[in-house]
């Protein structure tokens, strides 16, 4: 299983950018993927969350009403749109593969699978 991201930059707070998560190597019928964020000297956390039908979504409460996650499984591809974003945004942004379920956990130690992360820099 391999996962790309990509898309990650330093913008000022308010713009945004669209994070890219190319996923191949895996045949697994139910998945879920998702964001995470890494801050210098804090926990991973999760940022959202996918079903493999792009059915159950989740967001953490901070980034809710500014970010949406999406899917396109002809292209196994999933993207993270990030508008209005904060300084406190700023992390390592990672996608990442659960495999073998319906529901896509919040968890980072559920993923079996992970990316190797893209850096967000919000200026203020």
């Known amino acids: 299983v391999q996962l790309q991201a990509s898309g990650g930059g330093l913008v000022q707070a308010g713009r945004s950018l669209r994070l890219s998560c190319a996923a191949s190597g895996f045949t697994f019928k139910d998945y879920g993927i998702g964001w995470f964020r890494q801050a210098p000297g804090k926990e991973r956390e999760v940022v959202s969350v996918i079903s493999s039908t792009g059915s159950n979504t989740y967001y953490r409460n901070s980034v809710k009403g500014r970010f949406t996650i999406s899917s396109d499984n002809t292209k196994n591809m999933v993207y993270l749109q990030m508008n209005n974003l904060k300084p406190e945004d700023t992390a390592i942004y990672y996608c990442?593969?659960?495999?073998?379920?319906?529901?896509?956990?919040?968890?980072?130690?559920?993923?079996?699978?992970w990316g190797q992360g893209t850096l967000v820099t919000v200026s203020s």
């Open positions: 990442a593969v659960e495999a073998n379920v319906v529901v896509a956990g919040i968890w980072a130690d559920e993923y079996d699978y």
